[in-house]
């Protein structure tokens, strides 16, 4: 689990390990300058050009300190200062001053902007803003963004990309696009997020000798994973029976559609699930009984009592499924009604049975902390009456004011997935890609939480791991098929081989 912090927090690390621990401020400065220029020795031979633009602030100091070292280690080297250098800061001033003594070249935007345009250097190192950023970039600061993303140079963001918020992820009228953001100590949530994500290149997280979130006064609850956190993963003890790994039960589809029943309920099943039974319109049972084969398949029929059927399913369930594919014709509301109010048991809630809910907004008043809501943008919009543009802008806020108002844990699925529970935790899910944007994987996502909540992992950690597990078997699936022609079936068949990783 990597912890992801907003700008106030890291700041607060960076404050305590100097004035608390004692940590001087230019030996951290010099380890994250080193940390860059090694990241860049390993990419390019000595003697390439390399343009480091920096602005007057501690940003800018690391940048006079990787300008530095790179000239040392033989690489040709200019420096484009932006800003009025006598008001920068202490360290910064310090590092400058070396510069000029070791007579490293330096220059204006004037002098140094139409040799980047016309491609004099090789590498461009940004060192204009740090984490602090919080209004757009003006005058000449703006316009060496622009000729940073207009020169053909690789691009190393130093921390975090100039132009960008470390808290939100949205962009201050112009960013710079890097192909490499070396950043220290943390993540930061805002590089995590759309559409700062897509500025920020691969994300290289380098320990420069912080102290630990843990060790200050404050904590982090924004967190992701990585692949060692699949140790996670309920274990298998090898003496028992499949009613050791729980009953699914999964309340989908209708008399026209059965093909997200059978997803949810094959997901399952591959995600360890002892026992599936599939609780579907009659029309379509024989259906899912072919396709799935081991499958416990109930038919009811809409028109008569099915409260008995369900009745009698949800008392063998240890985690129910509803939602996926049930329409939105009226008994679809008797039926998530009755199932919100009775179930005593996990419960994930997809789908049309959001829609159902959306629509019928007394239904939002049963949720609560047993309850996992797996909606997308659009669904979101309609459970919350909120505008997509906000939901998009804000996920993490707008799925923590949801689950601390419901009590559900909010599954808010985008191109980044946000998973928040009433504690306020928040989960930020880093794998998956845009093959996956494809019908039916949603299904599979649920499947696969309730999977795991079968297996008595905790609800949140089911919910969280689930979505982590998803995407990386989307990226295992991208990998054999391309983004084009990846279904949602694709992704079932990898989870075996995410499972299946040395580190479980």
């Given at each position: 689990?990597?912890?992801?912090?907003?700008?106030?927090?890291?700041?607060?690390?960076?404050?305590?390990?100097?004035?608390?621990?004692?940590?001087?401020?230019?030996?951290?400065?010099?380890?994250?300058?080193?940390?860059?220029?090694?990241?860049?020795?390993?990419?390019f031979d000595n003697g390439k050009r390399i343009l480091v633009v920096c602005g007057t602030g501690n940003n800018g100091a690391d940048g006079l300190a990787i300008a530095?070292?790179?000239?040392?280690?033989?690489?040709?080297?200019?420096?484009?200062?932006?800003?009025?250098?006598?008001?920068?800061?202490?360290?910064?001033?310090?590092?400058?001053?070396?510069?000029?003594?070791?007579?490293?070249?330096?220059?204006?935007?004037?002098?140094?902007?139409?040799?980047?345009?016309?491609?004099?250097?090789?590498?461009?190192?940004?060192?204009?803003?740090?984490?602090?950023?919080?209004?757009?970039?003006?005058?000449?600061?703006?316009?060496?963004?622009?000729?940073?993303?207009?020169?053909?140079?690789?691009?190393?963001?130093?921390?975090?990309?100039?132009?960008?918020?470390?808290?939100?992820?949205?962009?201050?009228?112009?960013?710079?696009?890097?192909?490499?953001?070396?950043?220290?100590?943390?993540?930061?949530?805002?590089?995590?997020?759309?559409?700062?994500?897509?500025?920020?290149?691969?994300?290289?997280?380098?320990?420069?000798?912080?102290?630990?979130?843990?060790?200050?006064?404050?904590?982090?609850?924004?967190?992701?994973?990585?692949?060692?956190?699949?140790?996670?993963?309920?274990?298998?003890?090898?003496?028992?029976?499949?009613?050791?790994?729980?009953?699914?039960?999964?309340?989908?589809?209708?008399?026209?559609?059965?093909?997200?029943?059978?997803?949810?309920?094959?997901?399952?099943?591959?995600?360890?699930?002892?026992?599936?039974?599939?609780?579907?319109?009659?029309?379509?049972?024989?259906?899912?009984?072919?396709?799935?084969?081991?499958?416990?398949?109930?038919?009811?029929?809409?028109?008569?009592?099915?409260?008995?059927?369900?009745?009698?399913?949800?008392?063998?369930?240890?985690?129910?499924?509803?939602?996926?594919?049930?329409?939105?014709?009226?008994?679809?509301?008797?039926?998530?009604?009755?199932?919100?109010?009775?179930?005593?048991?996990?419960?994930?809630?997809?789908?049309?049975?959001?829609?159902?809910?959306?629509?019928?907004?007394?239904?939002?008043?049963?949720?609560?902390?047993?309850?996992?809501?797996?909606?997308?943008?659009?669904?979101?919009?309609?459970?919350?009456?909120?505008?997509?543009?906000?939901?998009?802008?804000?996920?993490?806020?707008?799925?923590?004011?949801?689950?601390?108002?419901?009590?559900?844990?909010?599954?808010?699925?985008?191109?980044?997935?946000?998973?928040?529970?009433?504690?306020?935790?928040?989960?930020?899910?880093?794998?998956?890609?845009?093959?996956?944007?494809?019908?039916?994987?949603?299904?599979?996502?649920?499947?696969?939480?309730?999977?795991?909540?079968?297996?008595?992992?905790?609800?949140?950690?089911?919910?969280?791991?689930?979505?982590?597990?998803?995407?990386?078997?989307?990226?295992?699936?991208?990998?054999?098929?391309?983004?084009?022609?990846?279904?949602?079936?694709?992704?079932?068949?990898?989870?075996?081989?995410?499972?299946?990783?040395?580190?479980?």
């Amino acid at each position: 689990m990597r912890y992801l912090l907003n700008s106030s927090q890291m700041k607060h690390v960076d404050y305590y390990s100097i004035n608390n621990i004692g940590i001087p401020s230019m030996v951290l400065m010099e380890r994250a300058a080193l940390a860059v220029a090694d990241e860049l020795e390993g990419r390019f031979d000595n003697g390439k050009r390399i343009l480091v633009v920096c602005g007057t602030g501690n940003n800018g100091a690391d940048g006079l300190a990787i300008a530095r070292i790179m000239f040392q280690r033989g690489y040709r080297t200019d420096i484009m200062l932006l800003g009025d250098s006598d008001m920068g800061t202490e360290e910064y001033r310090q590092q400058l001053n070396i510069i000029k003594n070791m007579g490293i070249h330096y220059g204006n935007i004037n002098e140094l902007s139409e040799y980047i345009v016309k491609g004099r250097y090789d590498i461009c190192v940004d060192a204009i803003f740090g984490i602090g950023l919080s209004r757009t970039p003006m005058g000449e600061y703006y316009d060496a963004i622009e000729y940073i993303n207009m020169s053909e140079c690789f691009v190393a963001a130093v921390d975090i990309p100039s132009g960008i918020s470390a808290d939100t992820g949205m962009l201050y009228g112009v960013a710079v696009r890097a192909d490499i953001t070396v950043t220290f100590g943390y993540g930061k949530l805002g590089m995590t997020l759309y559409p700062a994500a897509q500025y920020c290149g691969e994300i290289i997280i380098k320990d420069i000798g912080f102290v630990s979130i843990n060790a200050t006064e404050q904590r982090s609850n924004v967190f992701t994973y990585d692949k060692a956190d699949l140790c996670l993963l309920p274990k298998r003890n090898p003496n028992t029976h499949k009613g050791s790994f729980g009953r699914v039960l999964v309340i989908a589809g209708s008399e026209e559609m059965s093909g997200a029943a059978y997803l949810s309920a094959k997901a399952a099943y591959r995600m360890g699930a002892g026992l599936v039974e599939v609780l579907i319109p009659q029309n379509n049972a024989g259906i899912i009984r072919s396709l799935l084969p081991e499958a416990i398949v109930t038919g009811y029929s809409p028109e008569e009592n099915f409260i008995e059927r369900i009745n009698t399913a949800m008392t063998n369930a240890d985690v129910i499924v509803t939602g996926p594919g049930m329409g939105t014709k009226a008994y679809v509301k008797d039926i998530v009604s009755y199932v919100m109010q009775y179930s005593e048991v996990p419960l994930i809630i997809d789908a049309d049975a959001l829609n159902t809910m959306a629509s019928n907004r007394q239904l939002l008043s049963k949720l609560n902390t047993r309850m996992v809501v797996t909606p997308h943008i659009k669904e979101m919009e309609r459970l919350t009456e909120s505008k997509i543009s906000d939901i998009k802008n804000n996920p993490v806020d707008t799925a923590k004011t949801f689950s601390n108002i419901t009590g559900a844990i909010c599954v808010l699925k985008d191109a980044r997935t946000v998973v928040a529970s009433k504690e306020g935790d928040v989960y930020i899910n880093l794998s998956g890609n845009e093959g996956m944007a494809t019908g039916g994987s949603g299904d599979v996502l649920t499947g696969i939480i309730a999977g795991l909540a079968a297996q008595k992992l905790e609800l949140y950690r089911a919910a969280t791991l689930g979505v982590y597990i998803h995407g990386l078997a989307g990226d295992k699936a991208k990998e054999q098929l391309g983004s084009y022609s990846l279904m949602a079936g694709d992704i079932i068949e990898n989870i075996s081989r995410v499972t299946s990783e040395d580190l479980i």
